[in-house]
């Protein structure tokens, strides 16, 4: 992540210099935000600060005339979720700096306004992206074999598409996570994208009325995906390797969609 020097959200100078501060501290007050988000934030202020390069005006502290500015300009092209994503990026880097409450230029009612205007204009809407249907499903997993890698890939397709899971809270599933039921499986996600603080949430997965879940094969398959043993979720499947060749998946949530 390339960051200008006046983005402070990384490295923030105030903290680093603050000798009341052990170290411990700022080691944790630096990771007040997800990686993601930070990356994102560094481009938007990045954008913004060119922009006022260009047109010399002063980013840091900026005026609220500057920034509403900006965000007409930006609005030509982008969507309104784009141009709000751009004003918490300014308001979060002023902030770093000590412009905080009224001193935030981005809290200024001018921008409050210039937003509305914009969201009026432009709408919120976001198009989603096309979803997979069962019979992609079926076409999916019938791409992979019967090794141990394949078992464990094809069952993270079937878990996916049933519990609904991101990408990265799939990889990050433990067996300590999983609890399996006469009913089906409980999945404990102890932190995500939309759970930054770590609540946690788990998420129940039904089994169908006589089959067990493909992905129940894939965990309950010899030997160790990960470094982790499988025996104890063997056990706590009930079931053998091989065993559950061909079984259907559970229907998860497209029953309700009704396309199941």
Not at 28 to 33: A, C, F, M
Not at 92 to 103: D, F, L, P, Q, R
Not at 129 to 152: H, N, Q, W
Request: glycine letters at 8%; one cysteine or more; a neutral charge.
């Amino acid at each position: 992540m390339r960051a200008k020097k006046n983005f402070l959200l990384v490295k923030n100078q105030r903290i680093e210099q603050n000798e009341r501060l052990s170290e411990k501290a700022k080691a944790r007050l630096g990771k007040s935000k997800a990686d993601n988000t930070l990356k994102a934030y560094c481009a938007d202020w990045s954008d913004f600060s060119d922009w006022c390069r260009y047109h010399g005006e002063r980013d840091l502290p900026a005026r609220p005339e500057t920034i509403v500015n900006y965000l007409n300009d930006l609005a030509d092209d982008a969507k309104a979720n784009t141009v709000a994503r751009r004003v918490t990026a300014i308001s979060e880097n002023h902030m770093a700096a000590g412009y905080t409450g009224k001193n935030n230029p981005a809290k200024d009612a001018l921008v409050r306004t210039a937003m509305e205007a914009i969201r009026r204009e432009k709408g919120t809407f976001q198009q989603g992206k096309a979803p997979i249907l069962m019979e992609t499903l079926y076409v999916l997993a019938d791409c992979f074999g019967d090794d141990i890698v394949s078992l464990r890939d094809r069952a993270l397709i079937f878990l996916g598409f049933a519990g609904a899971f991101r990408r990265s809270e799939l990889v990050a599933i433990q067996v300590e996570h999983l609890t399996f039921t006469t009913q089906g499986l409980v999945i404990l996600v102890p932190q995500s994208k939309s759970d930054q603080l770590g609540r946690g949430t788990e998420i129940a997965v039904p089994f169908p009325a006589v089959h067990a879940q493909p992905y129940a094969q894939g965990l309950a398959a010899d030997g160790q995906v990960g470094g982790t043993d499988r025996e104890e979720v063997r056990s706590a499947c009930g079931v053998q390797p091989g065993e559950l060749r061909g079984a259907q998946p559970a229907p998860g949530i497209c029953d309700e969609c009704g396309t199941a």
